[in-house]
């Protein structure tokens, strides 16, 4: 929580209370469905919630923004970021229902009035979005194909209209296909051993009718 406070210091009194509370709830949870593994749940600050933060380092969302977080899994990245632009709204999907269960228990208890959650897969998903997040769920060029018909037309934002993936290690191999990639090191942010070589990738897409 200091990380937090430190990193983003303009967050109300009432977002502080929900990341705060963001402890005991998957504390809680964890503890009868494994949606965080056992070893980092005590690291949850570092290693989930600011791990998911560090996309808002590189694009503060605008009021009305769509963000549709794929593999959310317990949440990750779109509670944190959620809690943190109460004005932007939230589609978080995963293909695992109990996964899913806990987001929504999560979002209830938070009382996040931005996030709806779903048990579907990207595929499925019908709508377009400003941004779409995701923390490694699999390699660019599938992840591209799930999602590329699902980018708004209209622009917003410093960046442009894409994906905002949260990946770590060398990319080189992965992101070969997608010259206008550009890798943030989250390192330039964040201060934590964690973060060395873990990075935020931008990769605009054009909308496509």
Same mark, same amino acid.
């Given at each position: 929580?200091?990380?937090?406070?430190?990193?983003?210091?303009?967050?109300?009194?009432?977002?502080?209370?929900?990341?705060?509370?963001?402890?005991?709830?998957?504390?809680?949870?964890?503890?009868?469905?494994?949606?965080?593994?056992?070893?980092?749940?005590?690291?949850?600050?570092?290693?989930?919630?600011?791990?998911?933060?560090? !996309?808002? =380092?590189? +694009? *503060?969302? #605008?009021?009305?923004?769509? %963000? @549709?977080?794929?593999?959310? &899994?317990?949440?990750?990245?779109?509670?944190?970021?959620?809690?943190?632009?109460?004005?932007?709204?939230?589609?978080?999907?995963?293909?695992?229902?109990?996964?899913?269960?806990?987001?929504?228990?999560?979002?209830?208890?938070?009382?996040?009035?931005?996030?709806?959650?779903?048990?579907?897969?990207?595929?499925?998903?019908?709508?377009?979005?400003?941004?779409?997040?995701?923390?490694?769920?699999?390699?660019?060029?599938?992840?591209?194909?799930?999602?590329?018909?699902? !980018?708004? =037309?209209? +622009? *917003?934002? #410093?960046?442009?209209?894409? %994906? @905002?993936?949260?990946?770590? &290690?060398?990319?080189?191999?992965?992101?070969?296909?997608?010259?206008?990639?550009?890798?943030?090191?989250?390192?330039?942010?964040?201060?934590?051993?964690?973060?060395?070589?873990?990075?935020?990738?931008?990769?605009?897409?054009?909308?496509?009718?």
């Amino acid at each position: 929580m200091e990380e937090i406070l430190k990193c983003f210091p303009e967050i109300t009194d009432v977002q502080k209370e929900q990341f705060e509370r963001l402890s005991n709830l998957y504390q809680d949870w964890n503890a009868k469905i494994n949606v965080i593994s056992r070893k980092d749940i005590d690291e949850l600050y570092t290693k989930h919630v600011l791990h998911s933060l560090a !996309i808002a =380092k590189i +694009q *503060k969302f #605008e009021p009305g923004t769509y %963000i @549709l977080d794929v593999g959310t &899994g317990g949440g990750f990245p779109g509670i944190p970021l959620a809690i943190l632009f109460p004005e932007t709204r939230f589609y978080l999907i995963d293909v695992i229902l109990k996964k899913i269960n806990v987001v929504k228990a999560v979002v209830e208890a938070l009382e996040l009035k931005n996030v709806k959650a779903e048990q579907i897969r990207a595929e499925n998903v019908k709508g377009d979005f400003d941004f779409i997040v995701s923390r490694a769920v699999t390699n660019m060029p599938d992840f591209v194909s799930w999602i590329k018909d699902k !980018i708004k =037309k209209q +622009q *917003k934002h #410093e960046l442009k209209n894409g %994906i @905002l993936y949260l990946k770590g &290690g060398d990319l080189t191999e992965e992101l070969k296909l997608f010259p206008n990639a550009i890798e943030y090191n989250i390192s330039e942010f964040f201060d934590a051993e964690f973060f060395e070589t873990k990075k935020v990738v931008h990769l605009p897409l054009k909308f496509k009718l």
